[in-house]
């Protein structure tokens, strides 16, 4: 029998309750794992068991992949039309925003980001994100291409099947809405896996797509572990394509899986050691302003994190002392108070990740400019950290360490910040500050990154397409460039009058 | 005089209550300058059910000017397009919750059955408010590559401005919703004119774009005769589009004015003599019933009606004798009578002109087969009428009638079909029966029409481009191409590295 969750929010910031069914949600069910094991879910913020939920095992995985082919072939797929997906979608996004704090609060335990920002970014841009795609359900175009008068060319954009989608934990809600918004647009049907030290925003989902009246089987959530269900989902013979967000590391062994299984498509968004440069001629203010949303924004829990800033030597000193005095002021503290800018990283694995990497700083030799320390003494808080007086080869230099700690280098010349910039394996995004247009742009242009942002940092929308150079990821997604990763191209050509 | 009215029902023992007055500015207002006003009719019934206020050129000036401001201030580049779409939806779902009460009125006023508003022309309508609230956050423009050292082009696709819209009678609601749907999704602003014949729907559309949201003088709703209001709209300085749907007479004057007046951009969709072509291969039972749709579907009140029809030598008696008995099946009645599947005409004139056709026909030596006879009864009431024996030179196969009056001819070999198809000024639709496909392919690219039906005739998707060849229009409404007729495209040519030495060195 599968479980029911309740949780009574008494917080600062929100007061309620939730109560939904947890366990796999497949063919429109919620069901025990065939195992009838169970995760633990934590809440970060104190170390202490949230509740435990149903572990869906390989063969869970094969359960739901035929459901999913099911409802392929029968009520979703191409037996349904754009305009009815999109009413659905549409439906989905009115039910999100009907429940949104609740959404919100359980984002916020399960994750450990702020309820604030739980509620003005992740579930409102999700909620966005699902009616964007809405919009697309009814427009997805092939092309009629002229050939001769005998013959009718054109091509279709058919939904590819069933499709994988694995999703990270460090924008739960917000990453199952970028996958499943042009997926099910498209006509598509889903096996998700969420992150398991993330479930419940996903499991509290199956039940709104559920109300929305999307048949039985389209969307289908096994939470399990990568090594188990991941990997079962990636060498899948009957998942027709794998769309993946999370490590490079991971990423890897997804792209092998899929070349090793049936050759399925894949989609994957990576990680990143997303570069800032800061010219001389930025407006200082707003480049300090910037640059601590790039690398604090969601604890340092972000691919684009701008962790790698750069700044020109004329304004290197005073650059860093404000910048110093604005992460000094970020608080740091229990998602739910009302003035908390960041909670606890996401659990203890990621807790240790980090501080190793910060250790490691120490150890070759870079100077700890501020933080470095845990915060507290209960749950996996990280002080707001900046490193200074680095060299290119040290580890916190180039490897992706996902937390609040910023490198901060010193350059002189644009053409060899570009060239450090761009020395990398990862090339997800950038980030330019100069008042100077010409400078800006071709700065942005020369970087080696599948977003520029100039005199901004990771801001998203979407309709902007997002996704990686190298290997920060393969294909992209947001706006309409989306659809294309789950659609199939079929090109129809009707002889209707060449003899042969 | 711009006040509420309650119009009585009595079909339904009930009252539905509009605004009478023009609506500018989010506001029912009176006439700044006349005391005149249309009456609407009830067509089943001869009966005048309201007055409203008439629009005055001063008024069109008065409501150009709301609408200016709203462009320039909040709405425009000033709003977003998930602001545009957000409000889109919610007048959607505000016409959806309404649609009894909307359909109702509209069968009062234009006498479709109910049933045929609500669930067509309503139903249609939301989801084409539907479908381009999806557009409206995805006007995109290009990036395009010319020298990456020293320069950045592309694309912005702006929104026109304000634009003028005038629309028809016969399908007062969905005829609203195909103008003002792309216009709002890229951000312009509206002056509407509904027909003078039947302005109701429109005004009490006028009351859900406030309960929605909408800014002031992002729609205007001026009621008003043809040359006063839809005039003044085609030669007004101020107005930097029209888009018109009605005759091909009228087109002309507005396509002149625009042209007169500050060279404003036209879009049109005017009339038809649209033919079908039945080949001896097709499915001629099908063949009959989607005739009869062409012809009688909206008592044959449709710019796309199939009202020429052409049948192979072979199957001609077959197919006639099936024609006759399917269109006979016909119920022309009152709209509020269950029964109903066709209503009147919708006015006296239209009523005398479909008349004067009927008349001319038999004057000119074609016979009826069906129909050709007066009720005399109350109501604009017209029975579907079928003549054979034609000839092209006939003023029943000539002109546009926009009655349930057809012409059906015959031919021989299928380039005498095409000929006969094409032998007319117009150009709107045409279909096809035939199960050969490659004759449905040849025939279907020869055919000279916006629109191409095979194997069936007169269904439209809010997302398939509609519009005219020749003298049926000028542009395309429907689909992503009507966002075209609502966009005016700014090249930014953004110098990123040249610089210049004047005098050049050549």
């Known amino acids: ?500 | 005089m711009a006040h509420t009215v309650k119009i009585p029902v009595p079909a339904l023992n009930k009252e539905i209550s509009v605004s009478t007055g023009l609506f500018i500015n989010n506001e029912f207002v009176p006439s700044v300058d006349s005391s005149e006003v249309i009456q609407c009719f009830n067509p089943a019934t001869e009966e005048v059910i309201a007055s409203v206020v008439a629009g005055s050129a001063k008024d069109i000036d008065v409501a150009v000017a709301a609408a200016r401001t709203a462009f320039k201030t909040t709405w425009g580049k000033n709003v977003t397009g998930w602001e545009r779409s957000r409000l889109m939806n919610k007048l959607a779902d505000l016409i959806e919750r309404d649609a009894q009460e909307l359909a109702e009125l509209e069968t009062l006023n234009n006498g479709k059955p109910v049933a045929v508003a609500r669930d067509f022309d309503i139903g249609d309508s939301i989801q084409c408010l539907r479908y381009y609230a999806g557009w409206a956050d995805k006007i995109t423009g290009q990036t395009i590559e010319v020298d990456n050292k020293s320069k950045m082009a592309f694309t912005r696709h702006e929104p026109i401005g304000v634009c003028g819209q005038i629309i028809p009678w016969n399908y007062p609601i969905n005829m609203w919703s195909w103008k003002v749907a792309p216009a709002l999704a890229v951000g312009c602003t509206i002056v509407m004119k509904p027909s003078e014949i039947t302005p109701l729907t429109a005004l009490k559309l006028s009351e859900l774009v406030v309960e929605a949201g909408f800014p002031p003088g992002v729609i205007n709703t001026v009621p008003s005769l043809g040359p006063v209001g839809g005039a003044a709209l085609s030669a007004h300085p101020d107005v930097d589009k029209v888009a018109f749907t009605g005759s091909t007479i009228t087109g002309r004057k507005i396509m002149e004015a625009a042209a007169k007046s500050n060279l404003k951009k036209v879009s049109l969709e005017l009339g038809g003599k649209s033919p079908q072509l039945i080949f001896e291969s097709a499915d001629l039972k099908q063949a009959a019933a989607w005739s009869a749709l062409g012809i009688c579907y909206n008592t044959g009140q449709d710019c796309t009606a199939g009202s020429r029809i052409y049948v192979q030598d072979s199957v001609y008696d077959k197919f006639i004798d099936i024609l006759v008995s399917t269109v006979k099946e016909t119920v022309i009645g009152d709209g509020f009578d269950k029964s109903t599947g066709g209503g009147p005409l919708v006015s006296k004139a239209q009523f005398d002109r479909v008349w004067g056709y009927i008349d001319a026909g038999k004057a000119e030596g074609a016979k009826v087969v069906l129909g050709g006879e007066r009720r005399n009864t109350k109501g604009y009431f017209v029975d579907p009428t079928i003549f054979t024996d034609v000839n092209s030179d006939m003023k029943i196969v000539k002109e546009e009638i926009f009655g349930p009056v057809l012409s059906i001819g015959r031919f021989k070999t299928e380039e005498e079909a095409v000929a006969l198809a094409n032998n007319t000024t117009y150009g709107l639709g045409a279909g096809l029966h035939s199960t050969d496909a490659s004759q449905c392919m040849r025939v279907s690219g020869l055919l000279e029409a916006g629109t191409v039906w095979v194997n069936q005739y007169n269904v439209l998707s809010n997302n398939v481009p509609f519009g005219g060849k020749k003298q049926s229009g000028i542009g395309r409404e429907l689909g992503s191409y009507a966002l075209e007729e609502y966009t005016s495209i700014k090249a930014v040519h953004w110098n990123i590295g040249e610089k210049l030495q004047w005098p050049l060195s050549l």
């Open chain 1, 1 to 500: 029998m599968a479980q029911v969750f309740t949780y009574e929010f008494n917080t600062p910031v929100y007061k309620g309750k939730t109560s939904f069914n947890t366990g796999l949600y497949i063919n429109g069910k919620f069901v025990e794992g065939s195992n009838k094991t169970t995760i633990d879910v934590i809440n970060p913020a104190n170390g202490k068991l949230i509740t435990q939920i149903a572990e869906a095992t390989p063969k869970d995985v094969d359960i739901a992949v035929d459901a999913a082919h099911k409802a392929f072939e029968t009520t979703w797929g191409l037996n349904v039309g754009g305009a009815e997906r999109s009413r659905l979608l549409t439906k989905l996004a009115l039910l999100m925003e009907e429940h949104q704090k609740e959404l919100a609060a359980i984002e916020a335990l399960d994750n450990g980001k702020t309820f604030n920002w739980a509620m003005d970014l992740d579930t409102t841009f999700a909620i966005d994100t699902i009616r964007y795609y809405a919009g697309w359900a009814d427009k997805i175009h092939g092309q009629v291409q002229e050939t001769d008068e005998k013959k009718l060319s054109y091509t279709r954009h058919e939904p590819i099947g069933v499709v994988g989608q694995i999703i990270p934990w460090n924008f739960p809600l917000l990453m199952m809405s970028w996958k499943i918004g042009p997926a099910l647009a498209t006509g598509n049907c889903i096996v998700m896996k969420p992150s398991e030290f993330t479930p419940l925003s996903a499991i509290r989902m199956c039940e709104l797509i559920d109300r929305a009246g999307f048949p039985p089987g389209t969307v289908n959530l096994v939470t399990g572990y990568g090594n188990t269900v991941g990997s079962a989902i990636s060498s899948h013979m009957k998942i027709d394509k794998v769309a993946f967000t999370g490590s490079t590391l991971v990423g890897r062994k997804i792209m092998e899986a899929a070349a090793k299984s049936n050759l399925k498509d894949i989609t994957l968004e990576l990680g990143g050691k997303s570069p800032n440069i800061i010219y001389n001629d930025a407006d200082l203010d707003q480049a300090v302003e910037w640059a601590a949303h790039g690398i604090y924004w969601n604890h340092g829990q972000a691919c684009s994190a701008g962790s790698r800033i750069f700044v020109q030597s004329g304004i290197y000193d005073q650059f860093l002392e404000k910048f110093t005095e604005k992460s000094r002021s970020l608080k740091v503290g229990d998602p739910f108070d009302v003035d908390s800018y960041q909670g606890p990283q996401v659990s203890k694995n990621q807790y240790d990740r980090i501080m190793d990497y910060i250790q490691s700083g120490k150890d070759e030799g870079a100077t700890v400019h501020l933080g470095g320390d845990r915060n507290g003494t209960e749950g996996y808080y990280i002080n707001p950290t900046i490193f200074t007086n680095t060299t290119p080869d040290m580890k916190i230099v180039q490897e992706e360490i996902f937390g609040p700690v910023g490198v901060v280098i010193k350059f002189e010349d644009e053409d060899d910040v570009i060239r450090q910039a761009n020395d990398t394996v990862f090339g997800l995004a950038a980030a330019v500050f100069s008042q100077n247009i010409t400078r800006a742009l071709n700065t942005a242009h020369r970087l080696k990154a599948g977003t520029a942002w100039v005199n901004c940092v990771n801001q998203l929308h979407a309709n902007v397409p997002f996704g990686g150079f190298k290997q920060s990821g393969i294909g992209r997604e947001l706006g309409e460039y989306a659809l294309h990763n789950y659609t199939a191209v079929k090109s129809v050509q009707v002889n209707l009058g060449h003899i042969m």
